[in-house]
């Protein structure tokens, strides 16, 4: 095992600096002497000249050229004496100080200072042999600290060999720049290198980069999104890789390494490396290539038997020579045959699929992480935009194949067609759950799919083609054009559903909301304009929900949670989304944290919503509103609009009461029960996004069951929603 030297410990070279260094401090003592000493020569040289110029000797002042002479020579003396009995052994002092500072003393005693030749600043030197030997004892207990440190690293440093040196699998540690920071004698057995992999060199220098890239970013997304706290494999995810020369095929399984931090609220932690545990598949592989090959030639070889069995059967019916006996034996033995050898092949192909599947590596994916890294992948190449619509959903495959998969068929669509935008979106049907390809124009032509089946995919793994991913699927593809979308068609690809999809919550969510009428806001006055008669197919819409503290806004409750979707031509734009906690500035009781899930720590540091207001206002900007049990949700905005400076005036649609308007007022009106009347898989429930994605998928189907009642415009909608509103308004009053 080899470690490695922490780049953070490396000589750097300083950059040269343009400040100049701070200029030593002025010797005060020597300045003052020199002054006085001055100051008298200049004193005593004046009163001379005055003695001599006067014309009768003064005897004062001859005295005082006298003493101020003397006492020149006095501050001359007095400073020869301080010169050299202070101001020079204080300096020699400094200096010897100096040394004991910089000596290596490793015993109790440090470094000594002669207390003789100071005599008057014995005491200074004595300070200073004092704090040579605590110096002296300071530096032995670091040398001991360090020396018990460094054996015990040491002694971890060979278990941790040790421990690698004996694992099956090649390890490898990186950065998130992909540099080597550790590794195992069995990695390099792995990828059959001689020589180290180079602390400090890229991993991708070895091993193909993309299905490393492409782990890490799918790790990057889980975390940044929190969802490695409760996902079944929490921070690791496996890959299929290979060395860079195509040589070996390697099943990798990357772990992220989270960096260590105290509090830090609700922000995600940061991913700062991860461990990667490598093995050889390629004989493992190789092998099921062989088993695959002979297996399709099994069952490929099938094929021209049993069609010259029915075109034999088919002859003996044409043939009238033969007699009845003869021809009813001839026909009971064929049609035997054929059964029988029919009833293998299907035998053999179930067993090849699931042979095929169960080889590969998968694992449980949501469609939207899917669709995301498709869009990633696809992003760099401006001709082609796609758009991630529709409900998320779950499905059970190998990530990285799919998205090499799909960016291979967006690119040959764009090639064949010219289409520049796609949709990409999951569908739940009862065994499968279809990933759909939508485009406006021509479909593709069966024989023209046919043979991109044999097409290399470009980063596939082992030259994999379009074919093998989907035989590891199990799966197929085909296109078709959409129903009730006239000129859109979409290319189909089924998957398997997850095999344990994780819930968004495991919370207590209530069957519903109690319905909540106020009637002077679900009373709604007609759009009376080009709005009003625009079909509501054609309409855009924003669905939102909320989610509060409590039911009852007028005694202070408030929103804690805001979310919403776009739907644009009949499309839920799941990319176009906005979804905020919000700081209610009071306590989240302890009774509601089971429904919504949100506590007082996820809020503590979120805008209030005079601050939230204004952004999601803008988020609605014209568009039509759709909310379930709307007048709920716009009683918490109504009252906040003054304290945000906006005004929610715009026209509003109720699932609730559309589904009175459809269905009569008796069943079940509660999001659940409609959607589960209507068939419509719910998936990240329980949260104000899950909601309002779940309410939008209702509300368009809501949308096609209102055509067929005449509704087919927003003020046909508005005039029987506030019919409802008055018969609800007439029979409370009764």
Same mark, same amino acid.
């Given at each position: 095992?080899?470690?490695?030297?922490?780049?953070?410990?490396?000589?750097?070279?300083?950059?040269?600096?343009?400040?100049?260094?701070?200029?030593?401090?002025?010797?005060?003592?020597?300045?003052?002497?020199?002054?006085? *000493?001055?100051?008298?020569?200049?004193?005593?040289?004046?009163?001379?000249?005055?003695?001599?110029?006067?014309?009768?000797?003064?005897?004062?002042?001859?005295?005082?050229?006298?003493?101020?002479?003397?006492?020149?020579?006095? @501050?001359?003396?007095?400073?020869?004496?301080?010169?050299?009995?202070?101001?020079?052994?204080?300096?020699?002092?400094?200096?010897?100080?100096?040394?004991?500072?910089?000596?290596?003393?490793?015993?109790?005693?440090?470094?000594? @200072?002669?207390?003789?030749?100071?005599?008057?600043?014995?005491?200074?030197?004595?300070?200073?042999?004092?704090?040579?030997?605590?110096?002296?004892?300071?530096?032995?207990?670091?040398?001991?600290?360090?020396?018990?440190?460094?054996?015990?690293?040491?002694?971890?440093?060979?278990?941790?060999?040790?421990?690698?040196?004996?694992?099956?699998?090649?390890?490898?540690?990186?950065?998130?720049?992909?540099?080597?920071?550790?590794?195992?004698?069995?990695?390099?057995?792995? !990828?059959?290198?001689?020589?180290?992999?180079?602390?400090?060199?890229?991993?991708?220098?070895?091993?193909?980069?993309?299905?490393?890239?492409?782990?890490?970013?799918?790790?990057?997304?889980?975390?940044?999104?929190?969802?490695?706290?409760?996902?079944?494999?929490?921070?690791?995810?496996?890959?299929?890789?290979?060395?860079?020369?195509?040589?070996?095929?390697?099943?990798?399984?990357?772990?992220?390494?989270?960096?260590?931090?105290?509090?830090?609220?609700?922000?995600?932690?940061?991913?700062?490396?991860?461990?990667?545990?490598?093995?050889?598949?390629?004989?493992?592989?190789?092998?099921?290539?062989?088993?695959?090959?002979?297996?399709?030639?099994?069952?490929?070889?099938?094929?021209?038997?049993?069609?010259?069995?029915?075109?034999?059967?088919?002859?003996?019916?044409?043939?009238?020579?033969?007699?009845?006996?003869?021809?009813?034996?001839?026909?009971?033995?064929?049609?035997?045959?054929?059964?029988?050898?029919?009833?293998?092949?299907?035998?053999?192909?179930?067993?090849?699929?699931?042979?095929?599947?169960?080889?590969?590596?998968?694992?449980?994916?949501?469609?939207?992480?899917?669709?995301?890294?498709?869009?990633?992948?696809?992003?760099?190449?401006?001709?082609?935009?796609?758009?991630?619509?529709?409900?998320?959903?779950?499905?059970? *495959?190998?990530?990285?194949?799919?998205?090499?998969?799909?960016?291979?068929?967006?690119?040959?669509?764009?090639?064949?067609?010219?289409?520049?935008?796609?949709?990409?979106?999951?569908?739940?049907?009862?065994?499968?759950?279809?990933?759909?390809?939508?485009?406006?124009?021509?479909? @593709?032509?069966?024989?023209?799919?046919?043979?991109?089946?044999?097409?290399?995919?470009?980063?596939?793994?082992?030259?994999?083609?379009?074919?093998?991913?989907?035989?590891?699927?199990?799966?197929?593809?085909?296109?078709?054009?959409?129903?009730?979308?006239?000129?859109?068609?979409?290319?189909?690809?089924?998957?398997?559903?997850?095999?344990?999809?994780?819930?968004?919550?495991?919370?207590?969510?209530?069957?519903?909301?109690?319905?909540?009428?106020?009637?002077?806001?679900?009373?709604?006055?007609?759009?009376?304009?080009?709005?009003?008669?625009?079909?509501?197919?054609?309409?855009?819409?924003?669905?939102?929900?909320?989610?509060?503290?409590?039911?009852?806004?007028?005694? *202070?409750?408030?929103?804690?949670?805001?979310?919403?979707?776009?739907?644009?031509?009949?499309?839920?734009?799941?990319?176009?989304?906005?979804?905020?906690?919000?700081?209610?500035?009071?306590?989240?009781?302890?009774?509601?944290?089971?429904?919504?899930?949100?506590?007082?720590?996820?809020?503590?540091?979120?805008?209030?919503?005079?601050?939230?207001?204004?952004?999601?206002?803008?988020?609605?900007?014209?568009?039509?509103?759709?909310?379930?049990?709307?007048?709920?949700?716009?009683?918490?905005?109504?009252?906040?609009?003054?304290?945000?400076?906006?005004?929610?005036?715009?026209?509003?649609?109720?699932?609730?009461?559309?589904?009175?308007?459809?269905?009569?007022?008796?069943?079940?009106?509660?999001?659940?029960?409609?959607?589960?009347? !209507?068939?419509?898989?719910?998936?990240?429930?329980?949260?104000?996004?899950?909601?309002?994605?779940?309410?939008?998928?209702?509300?368009?189907?809501?949308?096609?069951?209102?055509?067929?009642?005449?509704?087919?415009?927003?003020?046909?909608?508005?005039?029987?929603?506030?019919? !409802?509103?008055?018969?609800?308004?007439?029979?409370?009053?009764?």
């Amino acid at each position: 095992m080899t470690l490695p030297a922490s780049s953070a410990d490396a000589p750097t070279q300083a950059a040269p600096s343009a400040v100049r260094p701070p200029p030593a401090p002025r010797r005060m003592v020597p300045l003052i002497f020199r002054a006085v *000493g001055v100051g008298l020569v200049v004193l005593s040289v004046g009163l001379a000249v005055a003695v001599r110029d006067s014309a009768a000797a003064d005897p004062l002042l001859t005295y005082a050229v006298v003493m101020t002479g003397a006492l020149a020579a006095g @501050v001359w003396g007095l400073w020869l004496a301080v010169d050299r009995f202070l101001l020079r052994a204080a300096e020699t002092l400094s200096r010897e100080a100096g040394l004991i500072a910089h000596g290596n003393a490793e015993g109790a005693v440090g470094g000594r @200072v002669p207390l003789a030749r100071y005599g008057d600043l014995a005491p200074i030197a004595r300070a200073v042999n004092d704090l040579s030997d605590k110096l002296a004892l300071v530096r032995r207990d670091i040398a001991r600290t360090v020396a018990e440190s460094t054996a015990k690293a040491e002694e971890q440093k060979t278990r941790l060999a040790a421990v690698l040196r004996d694992l099956h699998e090649g390890v490898i540690v990186c950065n998130t720049k992909h540099q080597i920071l550790l590794y195992n004698q069995t990695a390099l057995d792995i !990828l059959h290198l001689t020589g180290d992999l180079g602390l400090g060199r890229s991993l991708l220098h070895f091993v193909v980069a993309e299905p490393v890239t492409h782990t890490l970013e799918r790790l990057t997304l889980r975390v940044r999104e929190g969802r490695h706290v409760d996902h079944e494999h929490g921070t690791t995810a496996q890959f299929i890789g290979s060395t860079t020369d195509g040589r070996i095929l390697l099943e990798g399984r990357m772990s992220a390494v989270l960096q260590e931090t105290e509090d830090t609220g609700d922000e995600p932690p940061t991913i700062t490396g991860y461990v990667v545990t490598l093995s050889d598949a390629t004989r493992e592989l190789a092998a099921l290539g062989q088993r695959d090959a002979l297996l399709r030639e099994a069952t490929e070889g099938f094929r021209a038997p049993i069609a010259n069995l029915r075109a034999a059967v088919e002859t003996l019916y044409d043939n009238p020579d033969l007699g009845p006996g003869d021809r009813a034996a001839f026909e009971s033995a064929m049609m035997e045959s054929t059964g029988a050898l029919s009833q293998r092949l299907e035998r053999v192909t179930t067993a090849y699929r699931d042979v095929v599947t169960g080889s590969w590596p998968m694992s449980d994916i949501h469609s939207n992480n899917l669709i995301n890294l498709v869009r990633h992948r696809v992003g760099g190449e401006a001709a082609t935009v796609v758009t991630l619509t529709g409900l998320p959903q779950w499905v059970h *495959g190998d990530s990285y194949t799919l998205v090499v998969l799909f960016g291979h068929l967006i690119g040959s669509v764009h090639a064949l067609t010219g289409v520049t935008a796609f949709d990409l979106a999951a569908d739940a049907g009862d065994r499968w759950v279809y990933l759909d390809l939508v485009w406006r124009g021509a479909t @593709v032509p069966s024989a023209t799919l046919d043979g991109w089946l044999d097409q290399p995919l470009p980063g596939g793994l082992g030259g994999l083609t379009v074919g093998d991913v989907m035989q590891h699927h199990r799966s197929t593809v085909w296109c078709e054009p959409v129903p009730e979308r006239e000129g859109f068609v979409r290319l189909r690809m089924p998957l398997p559903p997850a095999l344990s999809p994780p819930s968004a919550h495991t919370l207590i969510k209530p069957s519903a909301r109690p319905e909540f009428f106020d009637f002077g806001l679900l009373h709604q006055p007609l759009a009376t304009s080009e709005l009003g008669r625009t079909p509501l197919d054609r309409l855009h819409y924003v669905v939102f929900d909320t989610e509060t503290t409590g039911l009852s806004p007028s005694t *202070g409750d408030e929103i804690i949670q805001i979310a919403a979707v776009r739907v644009v031509g009949g499309r839920i734009l799941t990319g176009e989304t906005f979804n905020t906690l919000v700081n209610p500035k009071r306590s989240i009781p302890a009774e509601s944290i089971p429904f919504h899930g949100v506590t007082d720590s996820m809020v503590a540091d979120k805008p209030t919503v005079d601050k939230v207001l204004p952004q999601f206002r803008s988020f609605v900007s014209g568009a039509v509103m759709v909310a379930h049990n709307a007048a709920f949700d716009l009683k918490f905005l109504k009252m906040k609009e003054r304290a945000s400076g906006v005004v929610f005036d715009g026209p509003v649609l109720d699932t609730m009461l559309l589904s009175r308007m459809l269905l009569g007022n008796d069943g079940d009106h509660t999001l659940d029960g409609i959607a589960e009347r !209507l068939g419509i898989a719910v998936v990240d429930r329980h949260t104000a996004l899950g909601d309002s994605l779940v309410t939008a998928a209702v509300f368009l189907r809501m949308v096609e069951m209102l055509r067929e009642q005449g509704v087919t415009t927003l003020d046909d909608a508005i005039r029987g929603a506030n019919i !409802l509103v008055e018969l609800a308004a007439r029979e409370r009053a009764f």
